[in-house]
């Protein structure tokens, strides 16, 4: 704790003391167009809590992970139990997520890339694939559907397109490489982008080997100025071992140390333990000016993905194609007092899945276990509507209508057993009001219900036993917040919330490792988000112009409301896996000569890892630094930076495993880790 009051004083101190320096700001977070609910307006007048990860953001820190990006964001962490496995948590979202990301749901380009079974292979993006990313933090079920832990809208689209090429090339500890191959051709009216990555690394950890190839093509034709199809194909080839947690005597004696073998399980290494998984995603977005105040955008999309994961109990190979659309018809009109916007759409996707297990000897599959075939359907329609008044008041309620069917058939059983579930429909609905104070500052207000059933891989978990009797979890958020930019460089966006969970879906481990997941009555969640960031903007040859101070402070009270579990009562104790204080900070310099330097801070309070209380991770510091050199030469503008992860060689673990049988909990995280890397960015003429 002093470390963190020592951050905070220096930085404020460097504010006051500095701020004869500080200009306006020509670009600020609060000027920046939002998507978020089909707004398409600055972030300062939209009545939502929204993060950004921008450019800048994502520039901050190493290119060969998005982790230390989203922990830089309020009420946002995001989990790396080993390279390659991500879990991101929105506000105690993860609590249902052993490992992936579910219970969030994500777009790419305005397709839906969530899954109808409700998962999310983030995992699957690199770093090169996300231009910018836009988190709704609340449930977004008024106009994204089914979900209670909120919403993430990726670009991999830049916002001006010029002819060129790029190559990127990072290496790191831990026999980390990372290189990136990007060319731009075509004109403004048929613009092409043909993106390659590679990522490999040796791990931290013992048994954590991964690689990522990702090759991606992205399109735009424009026919005329009401008109444009864009198109986007993905495919990735995806490799990492995953070493198990382990327990705190185990992980106090050798973090490093992979999974033991512990009973009738077989250790990590010799079980082979990894995930080897290739997807495709076809899609394409048609947006279409019907009239002057009338428009519509349509996106298709198709996907596959073919997954093998050896694991200690057994050996799984699934196979998950799915295809979907979505639609949106807006109109936008100016009454003589009042602008009006209106959104009416709908959303459809159908999986159709193959499960099988095997018994898992030496990494090889051998006697089948079970064979399950699943079939999922999603559909939903909403509507939304929005008055802007000449006053500074912004009025929005939107509402959604969801409807999931699910099947399994075990083929395995002779006869086949065959097991259906429908949730019933459900309206979400939403209202907001934001009323701007001046044309830089806003205070807006929003309540939202959301609806989650449970996914395939929650009612069909890792011990293969169908648990149609779990019930979907809903919940209502109040949400109250303000931003605003002052004329000084000064910047906040502060939101509180209080969100009640009825049903929430908590995750179990078996003795045997097993995941399975059962409804934990209700629960309280609220707390409070800040961002801070204040900009110098000095003459051109001091090195205060464009520095930036930034701080995000997440303070999260989370608790059981009411949960019984028989003979335990859980009530009143606090949610696994949420810190109740996350801080993190940093100083942002550039010069005028194209030196710059990004200083990160990063705290975490101890989390609580299982629902009775009684053991918890303890909370750490992390330091970072990144120093870096950019200079324009006529066509080429070139980079080269250094860093520095976790500078004070820090022992945590980042991806706790709740709820673990025998206390099997901790995933440690790498020590001090460097990296350096060099960027060569070509442009052509510009396009005519």
């Known amino acids: 704790m002093k470390t963190i009051l020592l951050f905070i004083a220096i930085t404020f101190f460097s504010i006051n ?25 600055r972030l300062i007048d939209i009545a939502a809590p929204v993060s950004i990860a921008g450019k800048t953001e994502l520039n901050r820190f190493s290119n060969t992970s998005i982790v230390s990006v989203i922990n830089s964001l309020p009420g946002i962490t995001m989990e790396e139990r080993s390279p390659g496995s991500y879990r991101i948590n929105i506000r105690g979202s993860s609590l249902r997520s052993p490992f992936g990301v ?61 002819q060129g090429a790029a190559i990127n090339f990072t290496t790191a500890g831990f026999n980390t490489h990372n290189f990136n191959a990007n060319a731009r051709f075509g004109k403004t009216d048929f613009q092409n982008t043909v993106n390659y990555q590679h990522l490999s690394a040796d791990g931290y950890r013992q048994h ?50 992979s999974r033991p073998a512990a009973g009738a399980n077989a250790s990590a290494v010799v079980a082979k333990a990894a995930i080897y998984q290739k997807t495709f995603l076809a899609g394409v977005s048609y947006a279409q000016m019907i009239a002057s105040k009338f428009k519509n955008t349509t996106s298709l999309y198709a996907a596959f993905s073919k997954i093998k994961n050896p694991t200690f109990r057994n050996y799984e190979i699934r196979s998950e194609p799915h295809f979907g659309g979505r639609t949106i018809f807006s109109y936008n009109i100016q009454l003589p007092l009042a602008k009006f916007n209106y959104h009416a759409g709908a959303e459809f996707q159908k999986g159709f899945s193959s499960v099988k297990v095997y018994k898992n000897n030496l990494g090889n599959a051998d006697s089948l276990q079970t064979d399950d ?123 509180a919330f209080f969100f009640r969970l009825k049903n929430a879906i908590v995750q179990r481990r078996d003795a045997s490792g097993g995941d399975y997941f059962i409804n934990a009555g209700f629960a309280k969640q609220n707390g ?111 980079e080269i930076f250094t860093g520095i992860e976790n500078v004070l060689n820090t022992k945590y673990s980042l991806g706790n495993d709740i709820n673990a049988f025998g206390n099997r909990y901790y995933n440690a995280a790498p020590g001090r880790n460097y990296y ?3 960027v060569f960015n070509f442009f052509a003429k510009q396009n005519q």
Do not use: C
């Open 208 to 257: 954590t080997k991964m690689r990522r190839d990702v090759i991606t093509w992205d399109a735009i034709v424009k026919s005329s100025e009401k008109n444009s199809l864009k198109a986007y194909f993905l495919y990735t080839n995806l490799f990492y071992q995953t070493p198990g947690a382990l327990t705190k005597t185990e992980y106090d004696i050798n973090p490093q140390a």
């Open 373 to 495: 075939e699943i079939s999922n359907e999603i559909l939903f329609v909403f509507t939304q509507a929005s008055l802007e008044l000449p006053v500074g008041w912004i009025f929005t309620a939107g509402a959604s209508i969801n409807k999931n069917n699910l099947q399994f058939t075990r083929l395995s059983k002779v006869p086949a057993v065959v097991q259906n579930k429908k949730y019933k429909n459900e309206i979400a609905p939403r209202i907001a009001i934001l009323k701007k104070l001046t044309y830089d500052i806003s205070v807006y207000a929003s309540i939202s219900k959301g609806f989650s059933p449970p996914t395939t891989a929650e009612i069909l978990p890792s011990t293969s036993i169908i648990n149609t009797q779990l019930q979907a979890e809903n919940g209502v958020n109040y949400e109250l917040g303000t931003r605003g930019n002052l004329k000084n460089g000064f910047y906040f966006d502060i939101n």
């Open 528 to 638: 409070i988000e800040t961002f801070l960031s204040y900009r110098f903007s000095g003459h051109a040859s001091t090195i205060l112009d464009n520095t930036k101070l930034w701080l995000s402070h997440t303070w999260h009270n989370f608790h059981y409301d009411e949960f019984m579990q028989i003979n335990n009562n859980f009530s009143g104790n606090k949610l696994p896996g949420a810190a109740p204080h996350v801080i993190a900070a940093g100083i942002d310099i550039n010069s005028p000569s194209g030196a710059y330097s990004n200083l990160t801070y990063y705290y975490s309070d101890k989390i609580m890892l299982n629902d009775a209380n009684t053991d918890a991770a303890a909370s750490y510091h992390l330091l970072g630094i990144k120093l870096g050199y950019k200079k324009k030469m006529h066509k080429i503008n070139f």
């Open 676 to 678: 350096a890397g060099i």
């Open 17 to 41: 003391a500095l701020q004869i320096f500080a200009q306006d700001t020509a670009q600020t977070l609060s000027e920046i167009i939002i998507k978020a609910y089909e707004n398409n307006r």
């Open 102 to 162: 579910r219970n969030v749901k994500v777009y790419y380009n305005d397709i839906p890339y969530t899954d109808p079974g409700g998962n999310t292979y983030l995992n699957q993006l690199g770093f090169y694939n996300i231009q910018s990313m836009e988190i709704i933090k609340e449930p977004g079920s008024s106009l994204y559907g089914a979900g209670t832990g909120g919403v993430i809208l990726v670009r991999s689209d830049a916002n001006e397109f010029r």
